[in-house]
């Protein structure tokens, strides 16, 4: 209430209006930073998990631990697209009953997910057997607790108080230092799942203390059910992706060796500050997007042009720095898995530019909740990723799969933009209504306040 009457007090015309501009503008910065910042601790979290990994166990176990890890992904993917992807969408700065409602569904919905799919994970881990086995059942374990705090992050974003987010994954941080030191005297890739699993349990029991809002899984169903018009087209959208770097992981095995999973996951390792930022993109700017489109609709294409360009941009001169950093420092950080990776830095970075300019376009098409149009997007992506890591793979080997990706990536971005810009011509032609009305959400009984 006091918002609208500030907005009533402000003065008519041009003045007015920027008036009102400046509180909007330091208020998408501040959500930006805290976004970045918790991205950068995110980004950290991952890349030393994966360098510990590395250094501890070598090659052939980083490449058992990588396809656990590309498996996880997997799972995420699902979990977002079902659950946290229609929260970002729909319950991004609405009031807050409907909120805690909608998260409390939500994070119920993505702990089912992790539940369901973490036994299935279990199950296949213990009948595999051999090197493999024990790193899937770990996984299976640990998967309800990584995607329960996964959810925590999404809903913090919704509501605009990223700094939550952030605090959050500090924690798991913290909690992960004890847990990884006991894993290294265990010394197998099945006890650092465990320990990355106990992190991520650690941060959402204190999300649930930041927040008060409880997981309902019992309403898991139901949320599924309200939001499968939006939920459907983001799973298969997110798990076309996902599962394009699963299938291309087995397949570069099958064709180079399990080496080579590990080598192509140590060049990914050396990007991890911004593959980490495009992993959670939709945190931050799929609801900074659909704010501007709320607040200024002929302004979503440029958001969009500078978010992606500014990605690329910075993938870019990391990628430059990464290209003169010396073998002693290589060495240093992924130990006995720099020699293959550093042949793939030039086109990982390229890859990453690309897909960093991509991210920008679907960010704008998340916001217009154009699923169908991302869903063709996505597709198209995913089929060329694939495509070009295994035809760049049996070509050429390892080297020739990077290649082939960027390029596949490079493809992806350009039909990212051309859906966009279709996007948006559309909805200046016919608006759509504000997708954030949802009654029987915020018709659901409030959760306790902390």
């Not at 976004?35 to 990994?53: E, H, K, P, R």
């Amino acid at each position: 209430m006091a918002t609208e009457g500030v907005k009533a007090a402000a003065p008519a015309g041009p003045a007015g209006e920027r008036a009102q501009a400046r509180p909007a503008g330091r208020g998408v910065l501040g959500r930006v930073s805290w976004g970045l910042a918790d991205q950068a601790v995110t980004s950290m979290i991952n890349f030393a998990v994966g360098i510990y990994v590395a250094r501890e166990l070598g090659v052939h176990a980083f490449g058992v631990f990588s396809l656990a890890w590309l498996t996880y992904g997997v799972v995420l993917n699902v979990s977002r697209g079902l659950a946290t992807d229609p929260l970002m969408v729909r319950f991004s700065g609405v009031p807050e009953a409907a909120w805690r409602a909608a998260a409390a569904r939500s994070s119920g919905t993505a702990l089912a997910v992790g539940a369901t799919l973490g036994a299935v994970c279990l199950l296949v881990g213990l009948g595999l057997g051999g090197d493999v086995g024990p790193a899937f059942a770990s996984l299976g374990v640990a998967l309800p607790a990584l995607l329960l705090q996964d959810s925590r992050r999404f809903a913090f974003f919704a509501a605009g108080t990223g700094r939550k987010a952030f605090a959050n994954d500090l924690v798991q941080g913290l909690a992960l230092i004890p847990a990884m030191v006991v894993a290294a005297r265990v010394g197998t890739v099945a006890a650092f799942l465990l320990a990355w699993g106990a992190a991520a349990a650690a941060a959402a029991g204190y999300g649930f203390l930041q927040s008060g809002v409880r997981p309902r899984v019992t309403q898991a169903r139901g949320w599924l059910r309200e939001q499968r018009d939006l939920g459907s087209r983001y799973l298969v959208e997110n798990v076309s992706l996902s599962g394009a770097g699963q299938l291309r992981a087995y397949g570069l095995g099958a064709i180079v060796g399990v080496g080579a999973v590990g080598a192509v996951r140590g060049a990914e390792l050396l990007q991890g500050p911004f593959l980490a930022l495009l992993m959670g993109l939709s945190l931050v700017t799929v609801a900074e997007a659909a704010r501007v489109l709320r607040q200024t609709p002929q302004r979503l294409g440029r958001f969009c042009l500078l978010l992606g360009g500014g990605q690329a941009g910075a993938a870019l001169l990391w990628g430059s720095a990464l290209l003169l950093m010396p073998d002693r420092a290589g060495q240093f950080v992924l130990g006995d898995v720099w020699h293959s990776a550093s042949q793939l830095i030039l086109p990982a970075t390229l890859g990453v530019a690309g897909a960093g300019l991509g991210s920008g376009a679907a960010a704008g098409l998340r916001a217009l909740a154009a699923a169908r149009r991302s869903l063709r997007c996505q597709l198209f992506a995913s089929a060329c990723y694939l495509g070009g890591g295994l035809g760049g793979a049996a070509a050429a080997g390892t080297v020739g799969s990077a290649w082939g990706v960027a390029t596949a990536t490079a493809c992806g971005a350009a039909v990212w933009w051309l859906q966009l810009r279709a996007a948006l011509r559309e909805h200046h032609r016919t608006p759509v209504p504000d997708p954030s009305a949802t009654p029987d959400l915020s018709a659901t009984p409030e959760v306790r306040t902390p």
